[in-house]
């Protein structure tokens, strides 16, 4: 398996854009993750889905932060109307179960707002 | 909320020494884990604990857990500039929630 798939490895957008993140989780994986990292607020939970269905959103900054997982082999975080500080990487993961096992990150997505 | 705390934040040390860095919180946590993240990459994970007191090996790096359940330890022996990179911890509360430390970055200098 190739691990998680993320796309785009990096993304400018102006502010007011709407921008869209992809992944990919490792198949046989029934948990996802969506993190964002800053180096002033270090690595934080967005949100997580256990068999496609969302379980904890309670991450999400506001509503202009959306996520969507249609199928077990793909989901989207999107961001609409994108804003400067949204500027950071966002890292999906993926597990074979919610508790106490490893999670596999992906290579992240490095999001700029100008 | 529960938060995790690592010290020391930073740390820059030359090969061959030894060191120790620490993650804290007030929660008591089901389990434990530790991460090394290297710059462009995601975390990936070095160890889980689960049981209080649990001590585990990995080559020149032991992890301990603390005997409430609340604290753990990483230390590394005899340092390598391939040990380089940013070590997170993360807490699991249960199910409920999973919380990541802000993180010790570490420089080791050959």
């Known amino acids: 398996d190739a691990g998680v798939i993320q796309s785009p490895r990096h993304e400018v957008t102006e502010m007011g854009q709407e921008v869209t993140l992809r992944c990919k989780p490792i198949?046989?994986?029934?948990?996802l993750f969506w993190y964002r990292q800053t180096m002033m607020r270090g690595l934080e939970l967005l949100i997580y889905?256990?068999?496609?269905?969302?379980?904890?959103d309670s991450g999400m900054p506001e509503d202009r932060f959306s996520a969507k997982m249609p199928n077990a082999s793909f989901s989207t975080l999107k961001i609409q109307p994108s804003e400067p500080r949204d500027s950071a990487v966002y890292f999906c993961?993926?597990?074979?179960?919610?508790?106490?096992?490893?999670?596999?990150f992906g290579q992240g997505t490095r999001l700029t707002v100008v | 909320t529960q938060l995790l705390e690592q010290s020391p934040q930073f740390l820059s040390i030359q090969e061959g020494e030894n060191l120790t860095v620490y993650c804290n919180s007030s929660?008591?946590?089901?389990?434990l884990q530790w991460y090394r993240q290297e710059p462009g990459e995601g975390p990936v994970l070095l160890v889980t604990?689960?049981?209080?007191?649990e001590v585990k090996k990995l080559k020149r790096l032991t992890f301990q857990f603390g005997d409430a359940r609340k604290d753990s330890s990483l230390h590394i022996t005899a340092a390598q500039p391939g040990d380089t990179g940013l070590y997170l911890c993360?807490?699991?509360?249960?199910?409920?929630?999973?919380?990541f430390g802000p993180g010790t970055r570490l420089s080791v200098l050959p």
């Open positions: 993961a993926s597990s074979w179960d919610r508790a106490n096992t490893e999670a596999f």
């Open positions: 198949s046989g994986h029934n948990s």
């Open positions: 889905f256990n068999n496609n269905v969302p379980i904890d």
């Open positions: 929660s008591v946590f089901s389990s």
């Open positions: 604990v689960v049981t209080g007191g």
């Open positions: 993360a807490g699991d509360n249960y199910g409920q929630n999973f919380v």
